[in-house]
């Protein structure tokens, strides 16, 4: 499968609490046109997501934290290649946002996000799309 783009905006949002401690998220979601998952995890909120879009799939991640400047370690990876790697700090709303395009998204998908804080353990979600 090919990668055509791959966009990493970081836009602004609104800050909102977890809990604390590591947490593994699955959702499968493979015949719909979007799909999600939600959870919490050391003190944040986030959002794994997936959407057909113009003949290919894009993927977004969401990161709502306790406070801005925090820096995390993301990784997001689609059907077990690394699309998205390193840290990205929480903006002044306590937010990191990822997109990736896949293009030709025939097939299943499978993707997973790996998000440390600089101080804490890694918390996963996996999307089924």
Same mark, same amino acid.
Request: glycine share 10%; with cysteine; net charge negative.
């Given at each position: 499968?090919?990668?055509?783009?791959?966009?990493?905006?970081?836009?602004?949002?609104?800050?909102?609490?977890?809990?604390?401690?590591?947490?593994?998220?699955?959702?499968?979601?493979?015949?719909?046109?979007?799909?999600?998952?939600?959870?919490?995890?050391?003190?944040?909120?986030?959002?794994?997501?997936? $959407?057909?879009?113009?003949?290919?799939l $894009?993927a977004?991640?969401?990161?709502?934290?306790?406070?801005?400047?925090?820096?995390?370690?993301?990784?997001?990876?689609?059907?077990?290649k690394?699309?998205?790697?390193?840290?990205?700090?929480?903006? $002044?709303?306590?937010?990191?946002?990822?997109?990736?395009?896949?293009?030709?998204a025939?097939?299943?998908?499978?993707?997973?996000?790996?998000?440390?804080?600089?101080?804490g353990?890694?918390?996963?979600?996996?999307?089924?799309?």
């Amino acid at each position: 499968m090919k990668i055509n783009r791959i966009a990493v905006p970081i836009i602004a949002g609104v800050a909102v609490f977890g809990i604390a401690g590591g947490a593994k998220a699955i959702s499968d979601n493979r015949d719909a046109a979007e799909s999600e998952t939600r959870g919490t995890c050391a003190m944040t909120s986030y959002e794994l997501s997936a $959407e057909r879009e113009d003949g290919g799939l $894009e993927a977004s991640f969401e990161l709502e934290s306790a406070a801005p400047g925090e820096t995390w370690n993301v990784v997001l990876k689609h059907n077990g290649k690394t699309l998205i790697a390193g840290d990205r700090v929480t903006d $002044e709303d306590a937010e990191v946002d990822l997109d990736a395009f896949i293009g030709k998204a025939d097939g299943d998908h499978e993707f997973t996000v790996a998000f440390t804080p600089a101080d804490g353990e890694t918390c996963t979600a996996t999307l089924k799309h």
